[in-house]
């Protein structure tokens, strides 16, 4: 190019750079005159304005910088990290590389998803930590196993996943050219996995094909739940833009788009747009561009086209056909009607105007399978609802009453928990799932009863109680335990009002799981009165939807786990009689649905469990009891024997040896007490030697040495007593230098100076050694004896003493005594 | 961080008066750098947007390049001369780890500021260098503001002093040559 013209092009593409739009063309016209050519070399140059805004922004050092920081913090093929092997990479996910790799002491492959640190790293591990415990509680056939989660030596968490060698669920269906009913099933059992997260209040964020894979026994699995990071709502536009560029994908909600709160309603979206592309191949908007911010404008603003319409149009207009797909639905018929009107509702702008849950989603998709009219199919406002309140309206009421008083529950808790600054977190995570459940639940009763004028009086006082549990969020009388205890009274006399067949089974079933949730929670904190009495009010109603729905296999697990559950929380508070009860409560139901479903892993480990807890329960010395430990057991190591690479089944295993060794040791049988504890050592020292860096699995292994102790003690061997004594205060100091704030380490420590002290006695009580031997052992026991009291005196200074637990100051304060006697005996 | 600037200073204007040896002297010095400020991006938490003069690269630069020892007659020179030298360093860099790992930097570098704008497949530093040698040809001075921006690292006030031109002309400059190079590296995809 001619130097003069070069300059030109860079003189009129520079002033153009001045203006917008119109009067950017009229310059460019302008300015160029008739020159074609000179007109299409600006424009060429003009079309890349927008893209190449951050183009070559940041200096080239720091671009460097990134390549040496990203290249760190890869794993090559061969690389070990802990047990795992690396075998390959499986692909680059938003937050990090995803890892093949092999579990070399289980022989099993996992996926390794390193969660690379940059903005919030510090946040993400912090919140990562907690995630873990939550996440690691999603036990469901359609969610991918989370196995655990680490820190690599550079610093880099990452997470354990179940491998899931299998196509995308959107290429399954393609590839097997499966019938939209077949689609709908599939699709159904995704509904159910994330159904199952909402209830554990967890959200998945990231729901896409590509996370769905379809696993070689045709289940769906459903991968990275909760583990997508919320969007950071507080940065600056040029870090807005190039954030959203790397999160905004078509299955996100506009509330997404915008940075808003996600919740369970932002999940219900992306299956909406999920199933929209299973059902059309296409994506709901109709947009040509893939770049990001044109996606985002899309979600925000567009409809999305029908189903039917979409399947409708000619092959040639389709701006863009999903995966270039070749087996396509085209006949619209099918889609018409019900599943328009299903997938519309799930894809609503406006969150509170989806389907409530998941569940519900799922629900309507299962009517319109079997023939019934479908929820959405009327969405002109109040018409759903309006006739649910008709025929339920203390039930709908008394859903929120009950919504509300659980979050002034949790609001107390979490003020309460102020100490442990993890619980906190967690209540206000909880806190904030359940806000957005009383909001929707509000919003549609509001929606609904907008032509009921009778029930304007009740929704006045709905809203009396919305309004005071929100202005509570923000004064700092937030915690007030006896404005929340009212608002549950309220609620509770609305539905002392219901008649079982009012509210709908899947409302009764939200709240019994509402309380348990808040149950557990209390139980975290401590407070175990609150926690008994939170899992009585999920019994009952559990109990009532028992009766009513004797056949409901569903309820009668709910029953099962709330009489279980209860029975935990009683051994706190000493009632030993009420628990065997409970647990054989538990046990009766669990054996009858076995009945029912004999092939059913879990329901099998469930009885296992239930056994030794019953055998627990019970009089220690009675035959029956250790008979029904042993029951437990052998359905335990059945269960582990099928699936030798499911360390959860093996770890129950040790579990049921430990409390046949606690059970045969409050008997009298010591030599059969010390067979079964040595059993349950190996096992946690096999569990340990596989993922040593578990400290659930260490504490085990601790109480195991603690337990052995105890017995090798009581058996008259000193020294390996005190070598397991000694083994297990050094595992538990470690532990609890690690998480100062946890009780159960400290109570254990505490139960394990006594064990040492125990061990020291016996070896000072034994003639043969020398006189100054024995007196240092008593010196070395009265100081064991004396910082186990410490610890239970800390303890109970900061009220957080289980009551069983209230004897053990006294009786480490004697045994300190009867040293001091005896080292006074020794002087004369 | 062991590089004074004396001796840096002393390389670059060794290497301005022909010592062949000056960047391959200077090359550790620079590494250091880059291994200092991956490693922030390993271990600290980086907010995407700070004011430019105290981010951890402009203080690398700084210590780098910047010499109050140098006449301000010779600052213009020595500049050009330091963002040459670091251009040369950075792009053999790149080379040097791309040959190195198997989808090494010519894959993975997108010279956007994220890393999943369109490019994610283009623009390596490499090839980047290269767009930069074409446009050179037909626009010198526009250039010259690329290199000292990007791979000198200075700011647009500082190169207005170096270059002697206004600080407008700087910002129209720069505007237009990222429309010219990403074009370039991007061809003709949409």
């Known amino acids: ?151 690599t030596p550079t610093g880099i968490p990452y997470l354990v996943v179940e491998y899931v060698e299998g196509p995308r669920l959107d290429h399954y269906c393609r590839d097997q050219a499966l019938s939209i009913q077949e689609r709908l099933a599939l699709f159904r059992k995704v509904c159910a996995a994330v159904a199952y997260g909402h209830q554990h209040l967890i959200l998945h964020r990231n729901i896409k094909p590509a996370n769905i894979r379809i696993g070689a026994d045709g289940e769906p699995k459903l991968l990275d739940f909760g583990i997508a990071r919320p969007l950071d709502t507080a940065t600056s536009t040029i870090a807005e833009q190039t954030l959203a560029a790397r999160t905004i994908s078509e299955y996100v909600g506009p509330e997404q788009v915008r940075g808003e709160k996600m919740t369970t309603a932002s999940d219900v979206y992306s299956l909406g747009v999920v199933l929209y592309e299973l059902l059309t191949q296409q994506c709901p908007y109709d947009t040509t561009s893939r770049y990001p911010g044109d996606v985002a404008r899309a979600i925000i603003g567009q409809e999305p086209m029908r189903p039917s319409s979409a399947v409708a149009k000619p092959a040639a207009e389709k701006v863009h056909s999903v995966n270039g797909s070749t087996f396509e639905i085209r006949n619209p018929k099918p889609l018409c009607g019900d599943l328009d009107h299903i997938i519309l509702k799930a894809l609503h702008k406006q969150p509170a105007r989806r389907y409530a849950s998941v569940a519900e989603f799922s629900e309507d998709i299962h009517r319109h399978l079997v023939g019934l009219p479908v929820i959405a199919r009327s969405d002109t406002l109040g018409y759903r609802s309006g006739k649910f309140v008709k025929r339920h309206p203390v039930a709908v009421m008394a859903a929120a009453f009950l919504v ?56 006045a006082t709905a809203h009396e109680t919305t309004g005071d549990t929100q202005g509570n969020v923000s004064s700092t009388n937030l915690g007030n335990k006896e404005g929340a205890a009212a608002s549950d009274q309220k609620a509770m006399g609305i539905r002392e009002q219901l008649k079982d067949d ?64 209860l029975g935990d929380s009683l051994e706190g508070a000493q009632r030993s009689e009420e628990r065997l009860k409970v647990y054989l409560s538990a046990l009766s139901i669990r054996q009858s649905l076995l009945t029912q479903q004999p092939d059913d892993a879990k329901l099998r480990r469930s009885i296992g469990l239930n056994f030794l807890k019953v055998g627990g329960a019970s009089d220690a010395k009675t035959p029956e009891a250790v008979e029904n430990v042993r029951r437990g057991i052998v359905i335990l190591e059945t269960l582990s024997a099928q699936d030798p690479n499911n360390d959860s089944a093996y770890r129950e295993v040790g579990y049921g040896y430990a409390r046949l060794g606690q059970m045969l040791f409050g008997g009298g049988d010591v030599a059969g007490s010390l067979e079964s504890r040595r059993k349950a050592f190996e096992v946690r020292q096999r569990l340990a030697a596989r993922d040593p860096k578990s400290a659930q699995i260490q504490f085990d292994l601790a109480v195991a040495h603690g337990d052995l102790s105890e017995a090798l003690t009581a058996t008259g061997e000193s020294s390996p007593a005190l070598d397991h004594a000694q083994q297990a205060l050094s595992i538990l100091l470690q532990l609890s230098a690690a998480d100062p704030t946890n009780v159960l380490y400290r109570r254990n420590i505490g139960l394990c100076y006594e064990k040492f002290g125990d061990a020291c ?60 006697n005896r080292l006074k005996g020794s002087k004369r | 961080m062991n590089a004074e600037p004396q001796n840096v200073t002393q390389l670059l204007k060794s290497w301005q008066l022909g010592a062949d040896d000056a960047p391959a002297r200077l090359m550790p010095l620079v590494y250091e750098e880059l291994r200092q400020l991956a490693h922030n991006y390993m271990q600290r938490e980086r907010a995407d947007h700070r004011p430019k003069t105290t981010t951890p690269v402009h203080e690398a630069y700084l210590r780098m390049v910047d010499d109050k020892s140098v006449t301000w007659k010779d600052r213009a020179h020595f500049y050009g001369i330091a963002a040459r030298l670091l251009r040369r360093i950075l792009v053999e860099h790149g080379r040097i780890h791309h040959a190195a790992k198997r989808g090494g930097l010519a894959q993975k570098v997108a010279l956007n500021g994220a890393h999943d704008l369109p490019g994610k497949n283009g623009a390596a530093l490499a090839a980047f260098n290269h767009a930069l040698e074409s446009f050179e040809q037909i626009y010198p001075r526009k250039s010259e503001v690329v290199e000292l921006k990007f791979f000198g690292g200075l700011n647009t006030r500082e190169i207005a002093e170096v270059l002697e031109i206004s600080e407008e002309t700087v910002l129209r400059d720069w505007n237009f040559a990222k429309l010219w190079l990403y074009r370039e590296l991007n061809g003709n995809a949409p």
């Not at chain 1, 609001?411 to 600054?421: E, K």
């Not at chain 1, 008593?778 to 800390?794: I, T």
């Open chain 1, 761 to 820: 006695t016996l070896f000072a009580s034994n003639k043969k050694q020398s006189r100054a031997r024995r007196v240092k052992a008593w010196v070395k026991a009265r100081s064991s004896y004396k910082q186990g009291l410490d610890v239970f005196a800390a303890l109970r200074d900061q009220s957080k003493l289980m009551p069983a637990d209230s004897g053990f100051a006294d009786q480490f304060a004697a045994k300190v005594a009867e040293c001091d």
């Open chain 1, 404 to 459: 509300l008083s659980l979050i002034g529950g949790i609001i107390a808790t979490a003020r309460q928990a102020h100490r442990a600054d993890q619980h906190r977190e967690l209540a206000e995570q909880r806190f904030n799932d359940l806000r957005q459940l009383a909001d929707s639940l509000m919003v549609e009763i509001r929606d609904s009863l907008k032509n009921l004028p009778s029930q304007q009086r009740d929704l």
């Open chain 1, 1 to 151: 190019m001619h130097p003069e013209r070069a300059e030109r092009v860079a003189e009129i593409v520079e002033r153009a750079l001045e203006w917008e739009a119109d009067e950017r063309r009229r310059l460019i016209v302008k300015l160029c005159g008739g020159d074609a050519d000179l007109r299409t070399e600006v424009d060429s140059l003009l079309r890349f304005e927008e893209k190449a805004r951050v183009f070559i922004e940041m200096p080239a050092l720091e671009v460097a910088a990134k390549i040496i920081a990203d290249e760190n913090g890869k794993l090559n093929p061969g690389e070990r990290l802990g047990n795992y092997k690396i075998v390959s990479l499986l692909g680059e996910g938003g937050m990090g590389e995803v890892y093949l790799a092999e579990d070399t002491t289980l022989s099993r492959r996992v996926a390794i998803r390193l969660l690379k640190p940059g903005r919030g790293a510090a946040n993400i591990i912090r919140r990562f930590r907690q995630k873990e415990q939550m996440l690691a509680g999603l036990t469901h056939l359609n969610i991918a196993w989370l196995y655990g989660a680490a820190i």
């Open chain 1, 502 to 565: 009012q509210a709908t089974t899947e409302t009764q079933m939200q709240i019994g799981r509402g309380y348990r949730a808040v149950g557990d929670l209390l139980a975290q904190k401590g407070d175990i009165n609150g926690t008994i009495d939170k899992y009585r009010s999920s019994l009952s109603i559990f109990e009532k939807l028992s009766a009513a729905h004797p056949g409901d296999q569903s309820v009668q697990d709910e029953l099962a786990r709330a009489y279980e559950i």
